[in-house]
């Protein structure tokens, strides 16, 4: 089975701009989660979707926003960037076998650069 | 914010060595997950110890957990070169599906 995959690898924007993250998860996978890493702040949870619709969400802004598709795809968009979004943004599926017993599986992840 | 700390923040070994690394966190859990890290890419999955369980092993791996003081802790054994990567312990709290994520060890292992 192919693995976690996110699109695209590495993106540059400005302070101001908006900006859309790609995931596909692995096949038969129906929770998506997404991550956010810093050296700063560490491996933060941003949100997770599950049969398109948003389960949980982190301790982020309303900048922040996800959504899932019927095939399970999930994008995430940032708006209005800003210098500290700048980071490594992780994508993981799980098969969702119940709470707090999944193996969740990460993708390549995508490094955003804001200038 | 992240769960709790991991212990040492960095490890320096040389090859065949065993490396052991600490975690610590702060809210009750259904289990703990260890991942793997090299140069800032995806992490990779290790193990997962459910909170029922004190010890599991994978391979050149052993994680225990002791819900009593709650903390785990990652033993490598015999470590190689390509060991050589961040560590870093996650948790999912009881009746929650999220992973909150410790700070992380940075392994080097020296051939």
């Known amino acids: 089975k192919a693995g976690v995959t996110q699109t695209p690898r590495y993106l540059i924007k400005t302070r101001g701009q908006q900006v859309t993250l790609s995931c596909s998860p692995i096949s038969g996978h129906r929770s998506v989660s997404w991550y956010q890493q810093t050296p700063g702040q560490g491996l933060q949870f941003l949100f997770e979707?599950?049969?398109?619709?948003?389960?949980n969400k982190g301790n982020f802004p309303g900048r922040f926003s996800g959504r899932q598709f019927s095939n399970s795809r999930s994008e995430m968009n940032v708006s209005t960037l800003e210098l500290g979004d700048s980071a490594l943004y992780l994508c993981a599926s799980s098969l969702d076998l119940g709470v707090g017993t999944d193996t969740q599986y990460f993708g390549p992840g995508t490094r955003l650069t804001v200038l | 914010s992240q769960q709790g700390e991991e212990d040492p923040q960095a490890l320096s070994i040389q090859e065949g060595e065993n490396a052991t690394m600490n975690c610590s966190y702060k809210?009750?859990?259904?289990?703990l997950q260890w991942y793997r890290q090299n140069s800032g890419r995806g992490l990779v999955h290790l193990i997962l110890?459910?909170?029922?369980?004190r010890e599991k092993h994978s391979g050149r791996l052993r994680v225990t957990l002791d819900t009593s003081k709650k903390s785990s802790s990652l033993l490598i054994t015999a470590s190689r070169a390509a060991d050589t990567a961040s560590y870093f312990c996650?948790?999912?709290?009881?009746?929650?599906?999220?992973?909150?994520f410790g700070s992380g060890t940075r392994l080097q292992v020296q051939p």
């Open positions: 979707y599950f049969s398109e619709t948003q389960r």
């Open positions: 110890i459910r909170s029922n369980e």
């Open positions: 809210t009750s859990i259904n289990n």
């Open positions: 996650a948790t999912v709290a009881t009746g929650r599906r999220a992973l909150t």
